[in-house]
């Protein structure tokens, strides 16, 4: 990690000088998503650790998890387990921008973005797309140490989780776990052997929805210190992701996640008639949906045989042509928010269902009429037609083309 001030040109040699450069691996593809509604991640925590920074090498058996909501109530074997240091939490950073390079960044490209104006502080991390019991998952490798002070603060402020990264294990988002039966404590298998899920996390960067420690991100092949968070809480996040592209090699993506707005654009947006779907449009959606029904739902599937929630979505306004982004939270700013009492055909219904983050979007649906939706509701079910249920209900958004085009 490393502030903006008189030192940094200082910091950012010292972070990439101390560790041994490697030659690429070859970058497997990673899509980064954003978030450009406030997503505000919140997270409870389901794995047991000692609290507490350990020594090194120190041997520990982890207690019996916590009783929480989500918690795993089993009692773990006992086995032996290494915990590496982990540094107290520091103060927080609000990520803005993620960088992902094709290449390794280098003491120059990162003193290029900590000097642009309104840069704050930077971190490093390996990102990739790696294999988790045979789903392909988005991955950071990261420091816990000072990645930590990037995430939300409710998973900053967990020893426990961090402690465990350090340990070894992977921490997963809920959605993942729950959705895609990665369950709390499990073994399972990864592209260098077996690898223990060690909590529930959400950590606010898209879709990524595993972590693990740089070191075992290394044992896994990914590529080193090819992403970047940036933090710059008081600049348009628009305007430094342009800047960005410009000082960064060609091939570079920036998305934006807690973007920073300029005051007009946080105003009531006026949105014409011609902005949304045509009455065609929602037609062929809506047949290209119902098409589906009956098929199973697979966490991460987007068709044609299988789906999620969001793949259901982004498939069936392909069909009609409307470019749709993948993945819940970037749908839910794909258009203006209407009332449940006004919603029409082809609109989309959007809850917050993950217990370990309340402010996450994570489950969506097509409004089909006379309050029924059609949906991918979860593992072991299928593509259905459903009664609306309002429990945790985030909102209604009737899609705008032009908008849903422009989510990056």
């Known amino acids: 990690m490393f502030s903006h001030s008189s030192e940094i040109r200082q910091d950012l040699s010292f972070l990439v000088k101390s560790r041994k450069r490697r030659n690429t691996y070859k970058l497997v593809p990673f899509i980064v998503v954003v978030l450009v509604a406030v997503l505000t991640a919140d997270v409870l925590l389901l ?19 916590r009783q929480t909501l989500m918690a795993d109530q089993r009692q773990q074997p006992p086995q032996a387990r290494v915990v590496q240091p982990v540094a107290p939490l520091g103060p927080l950073h609000k990520a803005n921008l993620f960088v992902l390079t094709t290449k390794p960044f280098t003491n120059e490209l990162l003193q290029k973005v900590a000097k642009l104006r309104g840069v704050r502080a930077l971190e490093l991390a390996d990102a990739a797309s790696i294999t988790l ?89 990914l ?11 008081k ?43 045509t009455g065609e449009q929602i037609t062929v959606a809506l047949k290209a949906a119902a098409s589906k029904l009956g098929r199973p739902y697979v966490w991460g599937a987007e068709g044609p045989n299988t789906f999620d929630c969001s793949g259901l979505v982004q498939w069936a306004y392909a069909q009609a042509g409307v470019r749709m982004p993948r993945v819940t939270h970037q749908q839910w700013v794909t258009g203006p928010q209407v009332d449940l009492a006004h919603a029409q055909p082809g609109d989309l219904i959007f809850w917050r269902l993950d217990p370990t983050n309340p402010d996450y979007i994570s489950h969506v649906a097509i409004y089909w009429g006379d309050g029924k939706m059609i949906q991918a509701p979860r593992t072991g079910d299928v593509v259905k037609i459903s009664p609306v249920y309002t429990r945790n209900l985030a909102g209604v958004v009737r899609v705008s083309p032009a908008a849903a085009a422009q989510v990056r």
């Open 47 to 65: 794995a047991q650790a000692q609290e507490g920074a350990r020594p090194v090498a120190e041997r520990t058996r982890p207690p019996a998890p």
């Open 133 to 221: 019991d045979g789903k392909r998952v988005q991955t950071l490798a990261v420091n816990p140490s000072t990645f930590r002070a990037f995430t939300p603060k409710v998973t900053a402020s967990s020893d426990a989780l961090w402690h465990n990264v350090a340990a070894g294990d992977v921490a997963v988002s809920f959605v993942l776990g729950n959705d895609g039966g990665l369950t709390l404590h499990r073994q399972v298998n990864g592209p260098a052997g077996p690898l223990r899920i060690g909590a529930y996390a959400t950590t606010g960067f898209g879709a990524v929805d595993a972590l693990v420690s740089r070191d075992v991100g290394r044992t896994l092949g």
């Open 223 to 233: 590529p080193h210190d090819n992403a970047l968070i940036v933090s710059a809480p």
């Open 235 to 277: 600049t348009d996040s628009a305007k430094l992701r342009r800047l960005i592209l410009k000082n960064l090699p060609k091939g570079t993506q920036v998305a934006t996640i807690n973007p920073v707005l300029p005051p007009a654009q946080k105003a009531t947006q006026n949105w014409p008639s011609g902005s949304f779907m």
